[in-house]
């Protein structure tokens, strides 16, 4: 068959495109690329763009041409593997794929990588939307965001799955809420609770709904299971203007190898590594994109800013790091290509990361990166001009796997293993971290956090009360997956609601109002969270209680003062003639504790002079079985 003669084209995409998008800083090539209503040659309709150099020839296949591949031809434009197409008449809300033929003459049906919508799944077919115009009305937040410096402001993250938050008895769509329904609930849930924002797992469109979100094949779609991109948008208005944060899950690592999708576009490996060794995630079964490309690296950028410029979203939170910076993760000897000095870390990835951390947050002041990163690769959220990635915040992954270790263990046998609590705090200023109990911890036979927990029913709830408010004293930002703050019993499940009528049962209310009082604790307190990078924000009182598994500490904030002193008993003895040492004399005003949450006014405890713990004076208070209590001075 012959090949389409390469022209000039429709003019909408210019040759300044074409460069900019070949050397990988085209920050907005999603308003080129894709489907967008346009007017030409006095008619209105619908224009496309699709990049697929190694096509022989590329058609637009639609409801108005029967899906018939050649129908409708697209052109392709010098020298950048570009096809456009104008379709008069096209409208919003119709449905497409490209059809395109291979140098072997086989005819692949993909959907567009730029779509802004999709079809409801399981169908896959790209669908023209319209994303500009919405009304936002969130300027306040937008401003205040601006202004803010992240790393010094209170950030509790509610992690969820908005598929399986709650449902709705009704049919349609698996019961699932929509935007605009959830936008309502989970903002009055979020804001009663205390949390500052709220983290989206897989808001970009994906087949299959056991991924969780994580094998994507429309990264610019927000998904079609919970409604449209302006009813996402009507979301993220809404929160913002209720006071809090969205974070999105970004999976720039991998994609799967669905035939709608991005694998082997135009026949050939294009968005992904053509060795195997480096295209292919033995462990997952995906393609590895290829970071060594211009185009496939403006597609990620792009596709970062267009979340945060398009969308307001606050940050991205990016997946499986680690799998991007190895070129050995995952894979065995001999299956895995070294870097040109024979070492193992993916340099083209390093340097992806340095740029768009680099772009992203420069442009968006105030938006935050955050990195899943499992390892101890150096220097993740330093500035890349100090060689860093560039990243705002790291999950501290090895803090959660000591902690869960710990808290897992019957209470005799925590004396033995005191080190796992205290570790954390010998390196918790050498990254900015978020402290997460994410939803990877609550599936594949891990347990939920309350099941994790060791003893009785009762003692459960108690565990998970002292854990929790370790966590909140730690250094470092705050990350809990939906269901844990009210102690949900079975591991979650993408496909039910969460056990809501569990927070009617008196164990289960009073741990979700403790996690209440604690999250507004956290954010009344700039002790807590203020200093989270600096040695000075943090002081252990007694850090080797091991035989007792009692643990002292102090926050403290930049002014010294309405600093706060915590005491977690981590055992079911109770401790009635229990001194803490404190550093200075005074009033030590207890203001929250394990049995009766937050307290409205605060019981004085008189310091009295006398060396405990290190310190010149004491505080005595009895201290009962998993008892916590935290004291303002």
């Known amino acids: 068959m012959p090949r389409r003669k390469k022209q000039a084209g429709t003019g909408f995409l210019t040759d300044m495109d074409r460069y900019l998008f070949g050397n990988g800083t085209h920050y907005t090539i999603y308003e080129k690329m894709g489907a967008h209503p346009k007017v030409y040659q006095g008619k209105s309709g619908m224009y496309f763009a699709v990049w697929a150099p190694h096509a022989h020839s590329v058609s637009l296949v639609c409801d108005r041409n029967g899906w018939i591949p050649g129908a409708d031809p697209m052109t392709m434009l010098e020298t950048s593997g570009i096809w456009e197409i104008f379709i008069p008449g096209m409208g919003l809300g119709e449905m497409y794929k490209y059809a395109i033929t291979t140098e072997s003459g086989k005819v692949l049906f993909k959907a567009d990588p730029y779509a802004f919508s999709s079809e409801y799944r399981p169908g896959t077919a790209s669908v023209t939307a319209d994303i500009n115009n919405f009304k936002w009305s969130d300027s306040a937040w937008m401003t205040k965001r601006r202004e803010t410096n992240p790393m010094k402001s209170p950030m509790s993250i509610y992690e969820v799955h908005l598929g399986s938050w709650r449902k709705k008895n009704r049919p349609e ?3 699932v809420y929509t935007y605009k329904e959830a936008a309502h609930e989970l903002a009055d849930y979020v804001k009663e609770m205390g949390y500052t924002h709220v983290e989206l797992l897989g808001i970009a469109e994906h087949p299959f709904d056991g991924s969780w979100g994580y094998q994507v094949t429309g990264y610019f ?31 720039p690592a991998h994609f799967p190898k669905d035939a709608h999708g991005l694998a082997d576009f135009d026949g050939q490996p294009l968005y992904e590594y053509s060795d195997s060794r480096k295209g292919e995630h033995p462990d997952w079964g995906t393609k590895v994109f290829d970071y060594s490309k211009n185009e496939v690296k403006n597609f990620l950028i792009s596709n970062a800013l267009y979340w945060v410029e398009n969308f307001h979203v606050d940050g991205l939170r990016v997946d499986a790091v680690a799998s991007m910076l190895y070129l050995d993760y995952g894979r065995t000897p001999g299956n895995w290509v070294p870097n040109k000095y024979g070492g193992h870390e993916n340099l083209e990835a390093i340097e992806f990361f340095k740029h768009l951390n680099s772009v992203l947050i420069g442009k968006n002041t105030g938006a935050i990166m955050i990195a899943e990163e499992s390892t101890a690769w150096p220097n993740v959220t330093k500035k890349p001009e100090d060689d860093g990635l560039g990243f705002s915040f790291k999950w501290n992954m090895g803090w959660m796997h000591d902690f869960l270790e710990y808290m897992k263990l019957d209470p005799y046998f925590r004396k033995y293993n005191h080190n796992k609590m205290t570790f954390g705090l010998t390196y918790f200023t050498s990254e900015n971290y978020i402290l997460v109990l994410s939803h990877d911890e609550v599936v594949h036979l891990k347990c939920s956090m309350i099941n994790k927990m060791p003893g009785i029913y009762e003692d459960k709830f108690s565990n998970l009360k002292c854990g929790y408010t370790f966590m909140l004293g730690h250094p470092g930002k705050k990350l809990l997956f939906m269901g844990q703050d009210f102690g949900q019993w079975h591991e979650w499940d993408e496909k039910v609601s969460l056990d809501w009528h569990l927070t009617q049962e008196e164990q289960h209310h009073s741990l979700q109002s403790y996690v209440r009082d604690l999250l507004h604790l956290y954010k009344k307190y700039p002790a807590l969270y203020s200093l989270d990078n600096d040695w000075n924000g943090f002081e252990w009182i007694n850090a080797n209680d091991g035989d007792r598994s009692i643990f002292s500490f102090i926050r403290r904030d930049e002014t010294g003062k309405k600093n706060l002193l915590f005491v977690i008993n981590f055992t079911p003895m109770a401790r009635s003639d229990y001194r803490v040492g404190v550093p200075k004399k005074g009033t030590y005003n207890l203001i929250l504790n394990s049995q009766e949450g937050l307290l409205t006014k605060g019981i004085p405890y008189k310091a009295e002079k006398g060396e405990c713990d290190g310190q010149p004076y004491a505080v005595s208070y009895p201290l009962p079985p998993y008892g916590t209590a935290v004291f303002r001075f």
């Open 173 to 175: 769509k698996d019961g």
């Open 221 to 251: 779609a927000p998904t079609s299971r919970y409604g449209t991109p302006k009813e996402f948008m009507y979301f993220v208005n809404y929160l913002h203007k209720k006071n809090i944060g969205i974070i999105l899950d970004w999976v």
